[in-house]
């Protein structure tokens, strides 16, 4: 059988070092062409990653190539214009977090995949990490099976630190501006400090929020927001609390984010790397005390010398072929924009 061929919607910044540089490198998949505004900046990334077919505009490429799967790196805040046109071909569509820049034009991107008989993996890259994988199996097994007791308390760290890690090192340049396009309109629910102080928060902690529901394997509500906000609580669907600790401290040359998943007797505890580290894991730490003379036991696995980012693009690539489901589309990311919302309203009472 032959390889899904992927395309790409620009390949700036995070299009090449978190996502075209891990695609290339796969032996599953073929990236078979790019899209690119900037017409050097294309030519030069198609002739370092060997990618036979440069565009200037998405709709050309999709207009001349047979793909099976499209990856789009955008500014999420323009995602309401760029990627219905996308979903028309039906062709699975693979982009960064968040799904949109508000509400209202996640829910219209929603009808418009619906429309167009395609399916969106928003990229949650930290679900993918092969520690979180581990971590998420164990929390799994340990609600199954009760041997340390119910699930008390989620709590998830990440301090502001660097998130490149050295992850753009490579990074090809041609000095062309971006085209001018502009944002997505403003939701009707915010005037413009509000919604800026919604970006903001989007934009820097809606992996945690996607995680944090991971975690709890349900759903949940924010209860409360720090009025100087440095944390958010939040209560499961099953009633268990969780906790989002943001800006607390901050560090200038690491990266400090960890995530602590609590039962009676024992915990699972995850420590997640830069965003754009290259073929480094997250680590994973059991702790168990069941009781009844039991000795309690620490016990911290060995991962593989993988990335998050690299691991997603397998997942895509599966999921085109039917192998996985996506781990995180395009409905569930909604949800996240949702609890963003409920979290200002919580901190700014608007």
């Known amino acids: 059988m032959s390889k899904p061929k992927i395309g790409f919607v620009g390949v700036g910044g995070m299009g090449q070092c978190a996502h075209l540089r891990n695609y290339a490198s796969l032996d599953i998949c073929e990236v078979v062409a790019i899209s690119e505004l900037r017409p050097e900046l294309g030519r030069r990334v198609a002739e370092k990653y060997g990618v036979p077919n440069i565009y200037p505009d998405a709709q050309t490429m999709l207009a001349n190539e047979q793909l099976d799967g499209i990856v789009a790196s955008q500014p999420f805040d323009r995602h309401g214009q760029i990627f219905a046109p996308l979903y028309q071909n039906g062709i699975p569509v693979f982009t960064e ?192 005390d069941p009781g009844n003379g039991t000795r309690p036991e620490t016990i911290i696995p060995a991962l593989p010398w993988d990335h998050a980012m690299r691991q997603q693009a397998r997942n895509f690539v599966l999921a085109i072929e039917g192998k996985i489901a996506p781990p995180c589309d395009a409905a569930e990311a909604l949800e996240d924009l949702k609890a963003a919302r409920q979290y200002i309203r919580l901190w700014k009472g608007k």
């Not at 009707?188 to 902690?205: A, H, K, P, R, W």
């Open 97 to 288: 977090k968040p799904l949109a820049g508000n509400i209202a034009v996640g829910e219209r991107l929603m009808h418009a995949l619906s429309e167009g008989g395609s399916w969106h993996m928003v990229g949650y890259h930290k679900r993918s990490d092969p520690a979180t994988i581990a971590a998420k199996a164990e929390i799994d097994r340990l609600k199954q099976t009760g041997e340390l007791g119910a699930l008390k308390y989620v709590r998830i760290s990440m301090p502001p630190g660097d998130w490149i890690a050295g992850g753009f090192y490579d990074m090809v340049h041609s000095g062309e501006q971006v085209p001018p396009m502009p944002p997505d309109p403003e939701p009707i629910d915010m005037d413009t400090e509000t919604y800026g102080q919604y970006l903001s928060f989007v934009n820097y902690y809606i992996h945690q929020v996607n995680l944090l529901r991971h975690l709890f394997g349900a759903n949940y509500e924010f209860t409360y927001a720090d009025p100087s906000g440095v944390l958010v609580a939040a209560q499961s669907v099953e009633g268990i609390p969780g906790v989002i600790e943001m800006a607390a401290y901050q560090t200038s040359i690491d990266w400090h984010e960890t995530a602590l998943v609590t039962f009676e007797r024992g915990y699972v505890r995850l420590a997640l790397p830069a965003p754009v580290a290259l073929n480094r894991s997250g680590q994973v730490e059991f702790f168990r």
